[in-house]
Structure formats: C-alpha cells, structure tokens
C-alpha cells in the first residue's frame, strides 16, 4: 500500500510559478512510475506529466504543459514534484498524484493503482 499526500498548490498570477510535492508513504517508492494529472471543474481528469521508476531516466508530458513544467523525484524522501512555470490560467485545476506498478502507458489513469487527494492550483489572469 501506499499513501500519497500533496502540497504547495495556491492561488498565483499567470506567468507565475508554484513547485508542487507529493510525499509517499510505504515501502519501495522508488520502484514505482510518479505521476501528475489534474482535472478542471467540468473536465475529465487529464495527464500532465509522470517519471519513470528508480532513477526517473524518463519523463513524459502532455503537450500542453512542455517547456513550462518539470517533473522530477527525490528517492531518498520519497518524494516527486511538479515545478510549473509560465503558468497560464487554463492550468487552474486540481492536481492529483498517482503511483503505479507499471511501466506502460504512463499517460494512462488506468494503469495507476494509488493516488492522492489532489491539490488546488488557480492561475488567475
């Protein structure tokens, strides 16, 4: 099992930035796939970003968060983050983290087994 905890969401201006954590709880975090979707109200929740297992040699992101948002993992704190920069008010939503046991279709919810209560992000413009 695994508990999935996220922070740093918040109200900023567009063309601000905000760094989001996603702190995990139980054993072998680093052998799982990470990461970010978010869902706006009315919207289906969509992929924003994940990293691959053990060292995160792989990064995946959704065409509309490129060149803005980073996502990267801290093994040792069991920790992934999401920074987003140049946000735009079209990033408002609620991110979400999630975990999987695979190591296919990242972009996919389906193959995620865990995920976290989400944090609120609004970009006002």
């Known amino acids: 099992q695994v508990q999935l905890v996220e922070s740093g969401g918040g109200l900023v201006q567009a063309g601000g930035s905000l760094r989001l954590s996603c702190a995990a709880s139980?054993?072998?975090?680093?052998?799982?796939?990470m990461s970010w979707f978010r869902q706006a109200p009315g919207k289906e929740r969509e992929f924003v970003a994940a990293?691959?297992?053990?060292?995160?040699?792989?990064?995946y992101y959704a065409d509309s968060v490129k060149g803005r948002f980073t996502i990267s993992r801290d093994n040792a704190k069991n920790t992934v983050y999401l920074q987003m920069n140049s946000l735009k008010p079209e990033d408002t939503a609620v991110y979400y983290c999630?975990?999987?046991?695979?190591?296919?279709?990242?972009?996919?919810?389906?193959?995620?087994?865990?995920w976290g209560q989400g944090t609120q992000v609004t970009v006002s413009s």
């Open positions: 139980g054993r072998a975090f680093s052998s799982y796939t």
């Open positions: 999630a975990a999987s046991t695979y190591n296919t279709n990242p972009a996919s919810p389906r193959v995620y087994e865990y």
């Open positions: 990293i691959s297992s053990w060292r995160g040699g792989n990064t």
